[in-house]
């Protein structure tokens, strides 16, 4: 993407990461990790293409954004289509150890395809920096219509999370969630899932990390359990 920085703000245009991508992130105690985060269960990984974004200058702790995927179809679609398109506001409050979060958005296609399906979703988030730990919540909720306005589905999204610092450079992070999709036929899916790690800082920039995440998938008798373990080398550019 690029974008235009001042006093007036931040304006992006191009592939950018959704709003709620950003926020989830900002609210797990394992940030965008593939395997780790737990927010992943909820918020979508992919970016949203042919995006403007904004974000207002910090207002005494207060930061609003706005986003809009532009649709990249024409408004004729095949019958139970959905058109293109997508848009997310999102307000931040940070004050001292404590930081708040609130996005929504309207989603339906944010790349060129077409889909059968639109979702309205919304997801809360707080953290808390009490020194010796630092505590992470969130909630959500998505409701997915097909193109006549019927129900599809409803998901409900929680987790918590706590980074604790144990040493000078290094820190334990450790969260658990569950997604919750509710149908209007057919047994309610469930999935929980587990992660806990072990990070150590190496510089400013990079660090080294090791863990591991369980995860449970249930409906109705059938259910499917993984474990996952991760080692790696993180630097920010």
């Not at 999935?191 to 249930?218: C, D, I, M, N, P």
Request: glycine share 10%.
């Amino acid at each position: 993407y690029i974008g235009l920085a001042g006093d007036f703000g931040t304006v992006k245009l191009g592939n950018q990461e959704s709003l709620f991508k950003t926020e989830a992130a900002a609210f797990d105690a394992f940030g965008v990790s593939p395997v780790l985060a737990v927010s992943k269960l909820f918020v979508d990984s992919e970016s949203w293409q042919n995006t403007i974004g904004y974000t207002s200058p910090n207002l005494s702790g207060l930061t609003l954004s706005a986003q809009h995927s532009a649709k990249e179809n024409g408004k004729a679609v095949a019958a139970g289509q959905v058109n293109g398109g997508a848009t997310a506001v999102a307000a931040n409050y940070t004050v001292g150890a404590l930081g708040l979060s609130a996005v929504y958005g309207d989603v339906r296609s944010v790349d060129a395809s077409v889909v059968t399906e639109k979702n309205q979703a919304w997801l809360l988030g707080a953290s808390y920096d009490f020194g010796v730990v630092k505590a992470f919540a969130q909630y959500g909720q998505n409701k997915a219509e097909d193109a006549a306005g019927a129900d599809v589905s409803k998901d409900k999204f929680y987790q918590v999370g706590a980074v604790v610092p144990v040493t000078q450079a290094g820190s334990v992070h450790a969260a658990f969630g569950q997604v919750k999709a509710s149908f209007p036929v057919g047994a309610d899916e469930k999935e929980r899932q587990f992660s806990l790690a072990y990070h150590h800082a190496l510089s400013k920039r990079t660090s080294v990390y090791a863990g591991g995440t369980y995860a449970k998938w249930e409906k109705a008798a059938a259910e499917e359990k993984t474990t996952t373990l991760a080692v790696g080398v993180r630097h920010a550019f």
